[in-house]
């Protein structure tokens, strides 16, 4: 899987810097392989096997989570990062027990709009924006006037 994605990774946006789009799936990509390394050597010099015993609960939970993110992925073009991103924290908040909608909405916003402001404006990473939803017009001055003179970053 880690060499899949550091392969993978060569289609991306090179960006400005060392740190373009293929830097961050790398690093990942590389640590990946160190610990799926480190967990088959120790897997070797463990001498008691564990079982165990997975619930179809836990089951639907993981499959659950999947799905959410999977669909996260693919609704990216038409919703755009930041409205897909929002929706995405919102629903995944609520799947796991949250129950307070304005500390998932705080959360959610807030969140969001960090991961936006680090990745589009200080690293200019472009984020896919939704055709329907033109949120990012809306985003707070700092943001907004970096995206567009790029001063910011």
Known sequence: MAVGIFV???????GTGETGAAFYPRVIAVLIAVFA?????????D?????????RQQTRRVVAVVALVTIYVLSLPWFGFVTG????????MLYSGARSPI????????????LYYVFAVLLRIPLPESPFIPVEAALPGLIHAGL??????
Request: charged share 10%; proline share 2%; net charge neutral.
């Open 37 to 45: 390394c480190l967990q088959l050597g120790r897997s070797f010099y």
């Open 103 to 114: 500390r998932i909405g705080v959360a959610a916003l807030g969140l969001t709009l960090v």
């Open 8 to 14: 993978v990774s060569t289609d991306l946006p090179t």
């Open 148 to 153: 567009v003179s790029g001063v910011v970053g």
């Open 85 to 92: 991103t929002v929706l995405f924290l919102i629903v995944g």
């Open 47 to 55: 001498e008691g096997h564990q079982v165990r015993d997975v619930s």
